[in-house]
């Protein structure tokens, strides 16, 4: 493409073509000359008259130059405005409404709202941001994360931000998390290799064939535990699985007795109903809080959202709801231990962060 286009190429041959024509222009006004007699070798009224008809043609001769120099000018200023901040700015798409992808948490026990964290997140930026249209998408995990690294205008709270992630994903840290635990029968607690602090040996149970896993597709578990899950050797026994409810549903075959372990945080059990038959365990090595947040693609249209986003979460008021939101669903035990954790994230959530693009 080329020309008024807008293309790189296009504007670097316009600006060449205008340089030149105002080279030109110029020239021929610095060239102007009067193609008439030498008033000296004429007199009286012939000499004036020559003289009169001579400076006509050579105002004439000056208009013309100095039209054609307006006209190679006019282009050039047009081609720079074009280039500036300002423009480029106005060039950036704008974020009038956002289509939040969530699991289903429907009939899960102890959920009022079927939308769980995104029906709150939803009410939280349009508290801050109105005139921001705003719907919601029921999707797993694996189609959400190929929905965003299509680059469809679709965004999604409360994942896990891992490196991998953040090249399809704008990221902005809401949440920080204690670590995914096992989730295991209690009947079959003794079963599970573990050390003397009573931590689980995820590795050597990825090895056991005798006890079968649920594990979740396309699900970060954080960083430590993905890591321990890329390494695990083949085992029939370990199975990976896609349902609509992000896996509140694998915990309930394992109280139904399909499976007898999954991996996921420990506000599940809560959300589940907190059923008496399974418990959580912590992982050995896994044992940091995890950064989640929201996620919008890699583009200029992601990046407007993600900074929209930021603006209406980044107050005190709307940390403190954000904290509210998580506190409700750890018990006091895991809040005292992670509590000068906590208050430092919520006290720098408080105030916009930094979004690079």
Same mark, same amino acid.
């Given at each position: 493409?080329?020309?008024?286009?807008?293309?790189?190429?296009?504007?670097?041959?316009?600006?060449?073509?205008? =340089?030149?024509?105002?080279?030109?222009?110029?020239?021929?006004?610095a060239r102007l000359r009067c193609n008439c007699a030498h008033p000296? @070798?004429?007199?009286?009224?012939?000499?004036?008259?020559?003289?009169?008809?001579?400076?006509?043609?050579?105002?004439?001769?000056?208009?013309?130059? *100095?039209?054609?120099?307006?006209?190679?000018?006019?282009?050039?200023?047009?081609?720079?405005?074009?280039?500036?901040?300002?423009?480029?700015?106005?060039?950036?798409?704008?974020?009038?409404?956002?289509?939040?992808?969530?699991?289903?948490?429907?009939?899960?026990? =102890?959920?009022?709202?079927?939308?769980?964290?995104?029906?709150?997140?939803?009410?939280?930026?349009?508290?801050?941001?109105?005139?921001?249209?705003?719907?919601?998408?029921?999707?797993?995990?694996?189609?959400?994360?190929?929905?965003?690294?299509?680059?469809?205008?679709?965004?999604?709270?409360?994942?896990?931000?891992?490196?991998?992630?953040?090249?399809?994903?704008?990221?902005?840290?809401?949440? *920080?998390?204690?670590?995914?635990?096992?989730?295991?029968?209690? $009947?079959?607690?003794? +079963?599970?290799?573990?050390?003397?602090?009573?931590?689980?040996?995820?590795?050597?149970?990825?090895?056991?064939?005798?006890?079968?896993?649920?594990?979740?597709?396309? /699900?970060?578990?954080?960083?430590?535990?993905?890591?321990?899950?890329?390494? /695990?050797?083949?085992? %029939?026994?370990?199975? @990976?699985? %896609?349902? +609509?409810? !992000?896996?509140? /549903?694998?915990?309930?075959?394992?109280?139904?007795?399909?499976? $007898?372990? %999954?991996?996921?945080?420990?506000?599940?059990?809560?959300?589940?109903?907190?059923?008496?038959?399974?418990?959580?365990?912590?992982?050995?090595?896994?044992?940091?809080?995890?950064?989640?947040?929201?996620?919008?693609?890699?583009?200029?249209?992601?990046?407007?959202?993600?900074?929209?986003?930021?603006?209406?979460?980044?107050?005190?008021? %709307?940390?403190?709801?954000? /904290?509210?939101?998580?506190?409700?669903?750890?018990?006091?035990?895991?809040?005292?231990?992670?509590?000068?954790? !906590?208050?430092? !994230?919520?006290?720098?959530?408080?105030?916009?962060?930094?979004? $690079?693009?």
């Amino acid at each position: 493409m080329d020309g008024d286009t807008g293309h790189p190429r296009g504007r670097t041959a316009c600006s060449a073509r205008c =340089g030149d024509r105002y080279a030109a222009a110029v020239t021929s006004l610095a060239r102007l000359r009067c193609n008439c007699a030498h008033p000296r @070798f004429l007199a009286g009224r012939a000499r004036r008259a020559v003289a009169d008809r001579c400076l006509a043609s050579r105002g004439r001769g000056t208009a013309r130059a *100095l039209s054609d120099v307006a006209l190679a000018i006019v282009p050039m200023i047009a081609l720079v405005i074009s280039l500036s901040p300002r423009a480029a700015l106005a060039a950036e798409p704008e974020v009038d409404r956002i289509t939040w992808l969530s699991s289903d948490n429907t009939g899960m026990q =102890g959920v009022s709202d079927p939308t769980g964290v995104t029906g709150n997140m939803i009410k939280l930026v349009g508290r801050h941001w109105p005139q921001l249209k705003q719907d919601i998408l029921i999707a797993n995990t694996k189609r959400s994360w190929q929905m965003i690294e299509d680059g469809q205008q679709v965004c999604r709270a409360n994942v896990v931000r891992t490196p991998e992630r953040e090249k399809a994903a704008y990221f902005l840290n809401t949440q *920080l998390t204690p670590p995914p635990q096992l989730i295991v029968r209690r $009947d079959l607690l003794a +079963r599970v290799p573990r050390v003397a602090s009573g931590e689980v040996q995820l590795p050597a149970l990825l090895a056991d064939d005798q006890l079968r896993g649920a594990l979740i597709d396309g /699900r970060s578990y954080g960083p430590a535990l993905d890591e321990l899950l890329a390494k /695990r050797p083949p085992n %029939a026994a370990v199975s @990976f699985y %896609a349902p +609509r409810d !992000f896996g509140g /549903r694998v915990l309930q075959m394992l109280s139904l007795g399909r499976a $007898d372990y %999954a991996i996921d945080l420990d506000m599940a059990l809560i959300m589940t109903g907190h059923p008496k038959d399974l418990v959580s365990v912590p992982i050995q090595g896994a044992s940091d809080l995890v950064m989640a947040g929201i996620a919008c693609p890699r583009t200029p249209w992601g990046l407007q959202a993600i900074r929209g986003i930021n603006r209406a979460l980044g107050r005190p008021e %709307a940390a403190a709801s954000l /904290r509210r939101g998580l506190m409700r669903w750890l018990t006091p035990e895991t809040q005292a231990h992670y509590a000068a954790q !906590f208050d430092a !994230f919520y006290r720098e959530r408080s105030r916009p962060a930094k979004i $690079d693009p």
